[in-house]
């Protein structure tokens, strides 16, 4: 069983910057591809970004050049630097990890951003 637990969320004016963090029980890394998703209300989950258990790192087009993924492996912690935060960032975001055909989910945490 993977635990995640997100922290970093919070609210903040547009242009401004938020780092999350994912805290993962046990060192998964090396076995499990991690990822970010986000949902905001009345839109379907979405990946934000995602790194491989070789290092592969995808983003979705709508945060290239703005948010960066990058994990601490001795911390076992997943980070997602969010850079030049958007209003239509504004969304609940997940950590996940899949493992061996299992997925697993945070609980998210809310991000807000104002205009």
């Known amino acids: 069983q993977v635990q995640l637990v997100e922290s970093g969320g919070g609210s903040v004016q547009a242009g401004g910057s938020l780092k999350l963090s994912c805290a993962a029980s046990?060192?998964?890394?090396?076995?499990?591809?991690m990822g970010w998703y986000r949902q905001a209300p009345g839109k379907e989950r979405e990946l934000v970004s995602s790194?491989?258990?070789?290092?592969?790192?995808r983003y979705a087009d709508s945060v290239k050049g703005r948010f960066t993924i990058s994990q601490d492996n001795a911390k076992n912690t997943l980070y997602l630097q969010m850079n030049s935060l958007k209003t239509e960032d504004s969304a609940v975001y997940y950590c996940t990890a899949g493992c061996q055909f299992i997925r697993y989910w945070g609980q998210g945490t809310q991000v807000t951003v104002s205009s």
């Open positions: 046990g060192h998964i890394f090396s076995r499990c591809g």
């Open positions: 790194i491989t258990s070789d290092g592969t790192i």
